[in-house]
């Protein structure tokens, strides 16, 4: 059960990144400023899959499953209030103003809490 509640989960968030990374596009003040070519970073989530089997005993098993990511990664929050506001980041400059990379993270983390 975990492990399809987890992949349903996922699913929903990866949908709800795909309308907030549509509207953060639209946005007027999130455009790059004249002289900043980067954009703002989508907001990405895998998908995932569970694959069910029997264990040598015959009992029914799951396995979640999403793509092997390489490197190194940073938790930047969580779903205790956990956030990561000691790192300085990479920032661009936005028709805003300067804004730091992570405060994309937080945007969506707080544009989905219901």
């Known amino acids: ?6 992949c349903r989960v ?11 990374n549509g509207i953060v596009k639209k946005a007027p003040l999130l455009k790059p400023s004249k002289d900043e070519v ?5 907001i990405v989530f895998l998908k995932c899959s569970v694959y069910e089997y029997e264990n040598s005993s015959g009992v029914p098993c799951g396995l979640l499953v999403e793509k092997y990511l390489s490197g190194k990664f940073t938790k930047y929050n969580g779903n205790n209030g956990y956030v990561d506001g000691t790192r ?20 969506f ?6």
């Open 88 to 107: 300085d980041g990479a920032s661009i400059e936005l028709a805003v103003g300067e804004v730091k990379l992570t405060d994309f993270v937080q945007a």
């Open 109 to 114: 983390s707080h544009w989905v809490y219901e």
């Open 10 to 20: 996922q699913t929903k968030a990866r949908d709800l990144a795909i309308e907030f």
């Open 38 to 42: 980067s954009l703002p970073p989508p």
């Open 1 to 6: 059960k975990f492990h399809t509640d987890f």
